[in-house]
Every structure is written in structure tokens, then in C-alpha cells.
């Protein structure tokens, strides 16, 4: 079966620093990946997907990025947090159109 | 573009209620749709789905049909426990969207013992 698993679970950063979360999907090839973002008690917002390695549409312009270093890798980066950056950050992958996403268990971030 | 539009919240009821959440959609091809149900501090686990049009989707006892007649898919339990307090998201996906899901705001369920 698939599984999807996304690390840490939660993270605390200052002002300024860098971000890397990290998200790994397995038990399927090429799937379709995503990175949404959630403020409290706010809807999703999707920020980046990738039907393909090193392939990344960015729905959101902001300081944040995203890369697919390998098929079942999915990574978000900052160079320099802003408190802006804080919430929820949730992975997810889907099998293609017209199919459910699977979600994560998310990173909670907190910038201070 | 796609859309998707579900009543706000928050909902409390009692328990063993009868639960309704509307959902209504706007799509410009045949989309599939989806309930998603996320437990505090937790991702969104895909509840039900429906591909087409007069499909019921059901699961733990929630359903919702999907009505291209009226471009809705409400869901429905006629029963709520307490464990069923989360936030329930309606969401859509089809080809014209390209591998995108929109999802709607969310609707908080609180229920009381």
C-alpha cells in the first residue's frame, strides 16, 4: 500500500533563517505531488505541484520554492522566513486527474 | 474556472443528530468530486467520492450524491457521534483543471455529547 510521510511534524524558526521540509511518498511511481499551505482555521492553499522529476508549477509568487530531486521526493525551501510563512503545511500526492489526493500528517511551522 | 463553495461553519450539533453540509460546484468539464474530513492537528483523509453524475459516495456512514442537476454534492449522516467533530472539506477534480483540486473553505462539525 502507499504511504506518505513528511517531516517534521512540527518546527519553530526565527525571522530570517532557512526552511527545508521534506515529503517522500512510497509504495507508487510517478505520482503527482503538492504542497499546500493552511492558516488557523483557514482553507488550503495550494503553493507548488509536479507531475514529474525536477518538473514544478508554483501557484502562489512568494519566497518560497519547491524541487523534485527524485520521483518520490518532494522538498520546500526558503531561503529567508517571513512570520507571513507561518502555519500548516501539508504534502500530498494523487495518482493523476480526476483522482483523490493523499495527504500527510503536515508540519506545523511557526516563525518567531 | 472551477469552483467550489460549502456553507460555512461552525455546525454543532448534538449527538445523533441528522448532519447536512451543502456543497455546490461550478466546473467547465465533468469533474469528480470529493469529501475530505481533517481531525484536529491532523492532514485531510479522503472521506467519499463520486465520478459521475447520480453516484452516491458513502463511507462511515456519510453519504452525498452527486447532482449535475443542481451542481451539488451535500453531505449527509444521519447519526453524528462525538468522534466526527473535524473539519470537512468538499473538493472537485477534473481534466480541465489539469492535475489541480479546489477545494471549498472547510466547514468546522462540533459535536456534543
Not at chain 1, 519547491?66 to 502555519?87: E, M, T
Not at chain 2, 473539519?87 to 472537485?92: E, M, R, S
Amino acid at each position: 500500500s502507499q504511504t506518505i510521510h513528511q517531516w517534521p511534524a512540527t518546527l519553530v524558526q526565527p525571522v530570517g533563517s532557512p526552511l527545508s521540509l521534506e515529503c517522500t511518498v512510497e509504495g507508487t511511481s510517478n505520482p503527482n505531488l503538492y504542497w499546500y499551505r493552511q492558516a488557523a482555521g483557514r482553507g488550503l492553499q495550494l503553493l507548488f505541484y509536479s507531475v514529474g522529476i525536477g518538473q514544478i508549477s508554483s501557484e502562489v509568487p512568494q519566497n518560497l520554492s519547491a524541487s523534485r530531486p527524485q520521483d518520490r521526493q518532494f522538498i520546500l525551501s526558503s531561503k529567508k522566513l517571513l512570520l507571513s510563512d507561518s502555519g500548516f503545511y501539508l504534502c500530498a500526492w494523487s495518482r493523476g486527474e480526476n483522482q483523490p489526493q493523499h495527504f500527510g500528517d503536515g508540519t506545523r511551522l511557526s516563525i518567531l | 474556472g472551477n469552483s467550489v463553495t460549502q456553507m460555512e461553519g461552525p455546525v454543532t450539533l448534538s449527538e445523533e443528530a441528522f448532519l447536512t453540509i451543502n456543497c455546490t460546484y461550478t466546473a467547465t468539464g465533468y469533474p469528480s468530486l470529493f469529501w475530505y474530513v481533517q481531525y484536529p492537528g491532523e492532514g485531510l483523509q479522503l472521506l467519499l467520492k463520486a465520478t459521475k453524475a447520480d453516484d452516491k459516495g458513502s463511507n462511515k456512514g456519510f453519504e452525498a450524491t452527486y447532482r449535475k442537476e443542481t451542481t451539488s454534492f451535500h453531505l449527509e449522516k444521519g447519526s453524528v457521534q462525538v468522534s466526527d467533530s473535524a473539519v470537512y472539506f468538499c473538493a472537485l477534480s477534473d481534466r480541465t483543471g489539469g492535475f489541480k483540486t479546489i477545494f471549498g473553505a472547510g466547514t468546522r462539525l462540533f459535536v456534543k455529547a
